[in-house]
DNA sequence: ACCATAACTGTCCGATCGGTCAGCTATGAC
DNA sequence: GTCATAGCTGACCGATCGGACAGTTATGGT
């Protein structure tokens, strides 16, 4: 049988990868057409099918590093409880958002049918469960939201496209998630 | 010549825009087709270009509101500076989110695309104004990636599906929100 | 020289998209 | 009755999509 497997790296194929990082990045992984893959590496939309065997194949080559870091910081997270569990989870998430920032505008410019794609795993439930460390593993409504509002604001402004440092960024995204975080420095305390 | 303008009011339109409000927010609007609404309706997809002049102008009709609605804050907001700005900012832009959920998370969905569809006007002008506010007119590193991140906090949390009543979602948004943005308070205050 | 295989491409295909158009039906004015 | 108009529809159109496939060229082992 001449089952159509994965070819192995070759010049070419980095390149496509190359390009179609760049272009889902840019307009969206379902606005970007293999004809304009073709066309910004140079070759044929047929060629483009020789080394991938659908469209679809290229995607979830190019996310599932970041399925995998993902699912790493899941595994690193689970031990852990309160106070603990909700640092590690903005400095893991962070630095994650940080080493995918491109991949994320990925999934951010096509959320209703990529955060199903497998090649991030079970979305649903691992984004569920960094929500329950951002929370400190705690339930009420304060800290839900709050972490809600942390995933979603580092999940944006590492996609964004902030004139600021690398590094500088990254400290600056963890130290307002904590301040997000914790609680209330005002007279009343809990 | 006969223009096919805007059609009046009518009960059919009324569940045009109902349904096709429903499907752009949970499958994004290039994901839904004219045939999709025609369906969910319960019409021929004729009927819906009888009715409007095309997809897009369905589209308009549902984000003219939430357009206007951010134009205003943005002229509301104009005048004032420092924290006054800031905190107008928070205050303005969650009351935006949480009015317009459904259309923010059309947004959300095709973010390449929506951003710069005329019926939210100039959207890179305005949210970069919106971002010079919640900084508090500062350029600072540190505040500009906090009204970044606020930014994309209330942007997402307001189009998740949290399990909170609005009033109260609304509320610790913006007690977050200030949070994010307030300076540190000294190194330690527990 | 021969040939198997890899690398690549031109061309075609079915599906689906947004949109057009002629025509059907119901209603109300005269 | 007659006629204009509003509301609506089935059938069709061109464009574009992802993908299939036969065929061409380059390469390296024998």
Redesign the interface.
């Not at 990082?21 to 293999?34: D, I, Q, R, V, W």
């Not at 194949?57 to 995998?68: Q, S």
């Given at each position: 049988m001449v089952v159509p497997m994965a070819r192995p790296a070759s010049a070419l194929r980095g390149h496509i990868l190359e390009s179609a990082l760049h272009l889902f990045a840019?307009?969206?992984y379902?606005?970007t057409s293999l004809h304009d893959i073709a066309t910004a590496v140079g070759c044929s939309k047929a060629s483009l099918l020789y080394h991938f065997t659908s469209k679809d194949a290229i995607l979830t080559e190019l996310l599932t590093p970041a399925g995998e870091g993902l699912a790493a910081l899941d595994t690193q997270l689970a031990p852990l409880d309160g106070r603990e569990a909700a640092e590690a989870a903005v400095i893991g998430y962070v630095d994650l958002a940080m080493r995918f920032r491109r991949e994320i505008k990925i999934l951010?410019?096509?959320?209703?049918?990529m955060t199903a794609h497998p090649a991030m795993g079970s979305i649903p439930g691992t984004v569920e469960r960094l929500l329950d460390a951002l929370a400190g593993r705690s339930t009420r409504?304060?800290d839900?939201?709050?972490a809600?509002?942390?995933?979603?604001?580092?999940?944006?402004?590492g996609a964004?496209d902030?004139d600021?440092p690398a590094q500088?960024?990254r400290d600056?995204?963890i130290?307002?998630?904590l301040?997000?975080l914790?609680?209330?420095?005002g007279p009343e305390?809990d």
């Amino acid at each position: 049988m001449v089952v159509p497997m994965a070819r192995p790296a070759s010049a070419l194929r980095g390149h496509i990868l190359e390009s179609a990082l760049h272009l889902f990045a840019s307009g969206g992984y379902e606005a970007t057409s293999l004809h304009d893959i073709a066309t910004a590496v140079g070759c044929s939309k047929a060629s483009l099918l020789y080394h991938f065997t659908s469209k679809d194949a290229i995607l979830t080559e190019l996310l599932t590093p970041a399925g995998e870091g993902l699912a790493a910081l899941d595994t690193q997270l689970a031990p852990l409880d309160g106070r603990e569990a909700a640092e590690a989870a903005v400095i893991g998430y962070v630095d994650l958002a940080m080493r995918f920032r491109r991949e994320i505008k990925i999934l951010f410019a096509d959320i209703p049918g990529m955060t199903a794609h497998p090649a991030m795993g079970s979305i649903p439930g691992t984004v569920e469960r960094l929500l329950d460390a951002l929370a400190g593993r705690s339930t009420r409504t304060r800290d839900v939201v709050a972490a809600q509002m942390v995933l979603g604001a580092v999940f944006l402004a590492g996609a964004s496209d902030v004139d600021v440092p690398a590094q500088e960024l990254r400290d600056e995204m963890i130290r307002a998630s904590l301040r997000t975080l914790r609680p209330d420095p005002g007279p009343e305390r809990d």
